[in-house]
Nanobody
Framework: VQLVESGGGLVQPGGSLRLSCAAS????????IAWFRQAPGREREGVSC????????YYADSVKGRFTISSDNSKNTVYLEMNSLEPEDTAVYYC???????????????????????WGQGTQVTVSS
């Protein structure tokens, strides 16, 4: 399993970025893919998650209404569209994958770092004027 993030960069407050997570080496529909972020001196935190089998999505309260997670199953890619970015969004963003049975998963564990077996290398997002 390989996850490769891209799309990070420097953006001004109020701006937008779209992150991509290209996945390979597994059956895409059998997984949940999440975005996490980690700022210097802080713990890694869950940002958003999508269950690829049925399209359920989850968001941290801090990003609801500003970020949108989506997937293109034909390209085995998950996206994180980030709008109205704030300096507090500055962090390294990681995508992570976990194989699960979508039917039996209630979604409550999506923000748990320990849930995910596979991680990308991360992409830096800096929001600054």
């Amino acid at each position: 399993v390989q996850l490769v993030e891209s799309g990070g960069g420097l953006v001004q407050p109020g701006g937008s970025l779209r992150l991509s997570c290209a996945a390979s080496g597994f059956a895409f529909d059998d997984f949940a893919i999440a975005w996490f972020r980690q700022a210097p001196g802080r713990e890694r935190e869950g940002v958003s998650c999508i269950a690829l089998g049925d399209g359920r999505t989850y968001y941290a309260d801090s990003v609801k209404g500003r970020f949108t997670i989506s997937s293109d199953n034909s390209k085995n890619t998950v996206y994180l569209e980030m709008n109205s970015l704030e300096p507090e969004d500055t962090a390294v963003y990681y995508c992570a994958a976990d194989q699960l049975s979508v039917i039996s998963w209630d979604g409550s564990t999506w923000p748990w770092v320990s849930m995910y077996d596979f991680w990308g290398q991360g992409t830096q997002v800096t929001v600054s004027s």
